[in-house]
């Protein structure tokens, strides 16, 4: 969707190495959420933020932190990439708390090697 | 905790054959119910969404969901699928204690023959 973009969209890199994946959203939405996808597992949530500087954990945030300086911008990092983080990664923003419904970005698709 | 099981991982059917899959989810309050779409390399986008008032719900494309509150369901159904809805198909659960969190199935990945 135009009001919300991920990148990189593709990344391969090595173990131990840090990574940064954005989102960038044009929307003025307060919340946005960050999950990974992986086969069987549906999504799962990683962070989440509902508004700038203000940010929580979801179920699977071991090995991430996320940072909010702007509203418009929700930054991803895995501070020591691992094999088990190689996954699809969806940013997801929403108006009202998610009441209506996430718009989801594209999506980056991550290859830790 | 709570939780949202979809039944069917993976389903397979004919065009014009009719769709339904299956959600069942575990919150004793109010939910807001939604179902979820993933086509073929592309990101999810939603069909429909359950909040209050009538429970058979309709959405995009031809698609519907009953939300049955006794058996703590929420089923999507088409009468007639096309190939074009080959996709995967998430269903997914919004609480009142969630701060806007979902929770979501594992989903289900449909695919439809010629």
């Known amino acids: 969707d135009a009001g919300i973009t991920q990148s990189p969209r593709h990344k391969v890199t090595e173990t131990g190495t840090p990574v940064t994946l954005r989102c960038h959203q044009t929307?003025?939405?307060?919340?946005m959420y960050w999950y990974r996808q992986d086969p069987g597992h549906g999504l799962r949530l990683i962070h989440y933020s509902y508004g700038v500087k203000d940010t929580d954990k979801g179920e699977v945030s071991d090995g991430y932190s996320v940072s909010r300086s702007k509203t418009e911008d929700f930054l991803l990092t895995l501070e020591s990439a691992t094999s088990s983080q190689t996954s699809v990664y969806f940013c997801?923003?929403?108006?009202?708390?998610?009441?209506?419904?996430?718009?989801f970005g594209s999506g980056t698709r991550l290859t830790v090697v | 905790a709570q939780s949202v099981s979809q039944h069917n991982h993976h389903v397979i059917l004919s065009e014009a054959a009719s769709l339904e899959l299956g959600c069942n989810y575990s919150y004793g309050g109010t939910v807001n119910l939604f179902w979820y779409v993933q086509y073929p390399g592309q990101h999810l986008q939603l069909l429909l969404k359950y909040f209050s008032g009538d429970p058979l719900v309709k959405g995009i494309k031809g698609f519907e969901a009953e939300f049955i509150k006794s058996k703590f369901s929420f089923n999507l159904r088409k009468p007639s699928v096309q190939w074009s809805d080959t996709a995967e198909y998430f269903c997914a659960v919004l609480t009142t204690d969630s701060w806007g969190k979902f929770q979501f199935g594992a989903g289900t990945q449909v695919v439809v023959t010629p």
């Open positions: 997801a923003i929403s108006f009202q708390g998610g009441d209506y419904g996430y718009t």
């Open positions: 929307e003025n939405h307060r919340y």
